[in-house]
């Protein structure tokens, strides 16, 4: 459990509407499910789903319940405008958002500084008297684990070394940035677990970004297909201390998540 009052969903905060975290007691005269929910299917391109990232493929994605109310109000009732405005923000887009609890009571819980990746399964009212008091949500994760917040490497030509601490056995795959600052070929390695990428013929001020599991390998020279320079391998990063070397006249830009095995 977690003493969070609030959450950050689609980076609108549950509190700025007006509710906060609590629980029913099951007291209640009726659980009314809302229609606002559209049916998802989950399949993903491959390489583009986190789940596949991390490489958990033996665990289920994480899935979740959270109920809210109006607590501290002189009416604790919730008004029609005012589920359509949550219902809205819910359920807005079928794609997976951004997710992460706030307002915490203690210092130390666990989830603080966790993100997951969720989308809405299920909304309900929760109803006393004919009244709506609040809401009970589902929520269902595109994979087994939570992350921290991104974290971001600078790398200039030589050898230098960047720590991670992830919970999982898999290599990440950062998101990589790279600016040519001379015409050339650039190599980036990492001597700790053998991986490494090779662009080729780049010219001087072009930008490549690298995602394995978003947009792939763009080039910021129209003319330029960059697949047919790239070697086809994936620069990746382990758990613990890895030894990056980059060769030729460019710098790079490294932005990864740490994965963490935290349930709500």
Request: with cysteine; net charge negative; hydrophobic share 35%.
């Amino acid at each position: 459990m977690t003493s969070a009052r609030s959450f950050l969903f689609d980076g609108t905060s549950l509190k700025s509407l007006g509710f906060s975290l609590c629980s029913f007691d099951g007291g209640g005269e009726d659980r009314l499910p809302l229609f606002y929910v559209p049916a998802y299917t989950t399949e993903r391109p491959a390489g583009h789903h986190r789940w596949h990232v991390t490489g958990s493929h033996y665990e289920d994605p994480l899935s979740f319940t959270l109920s809210f109310a109006r607590l501290c109000q002189e009416d604790p009732t919730v008004s029609v405008s005012q589920e359509r405005a949550l219902a809205r923000w819910l359920t807005a887009s079928p794609d997976y958002r951004e997710f992460s609890f706030e307002d915490f009571d203690s210092g130390t819980d666990p989830l603080a500084g966790i993100t997951y990746f969720v989308h809405v399964t299920s909304l309900e009212k929760e109803m006393l008297g004919g009244r709506c008091l609040g809401f009970t949500a589902g929520f269902a994760a595109d994979s087994p684990f939570g992350y921290t917040a991104p974290v971001t490497k600078a790398l200039s030509p030589g050898t230098a070394s960047i720590s991670v601490t992830s919970d999982l056995p898999q290599p990440l795959y950062p998101a990589l940035s790279i600016t040519a600052s001379a015409a050339g070929d650039v190599y980036l390695k990492n001597s700790s677990n053998g991986s490494f990428s090779r662009l080729d013929n780049l010219s001087a001020g072009e930008v490549v970004t690298m995602d394995k599991t978003g947009a792939g390998l763009l080039s910021s020279r129209p003319d330029h297909n960059i697949l047919d320079d790239f070697d086809k391998n994936w620069f990746s990063l382990s758990d613990g201390t890895n030894s990056i070397t980059l060769e030729g006249s460019a710098s790079v830009t490294l932005t990864y998540r740490e994965p963490r095995k935290v349930g709500v």
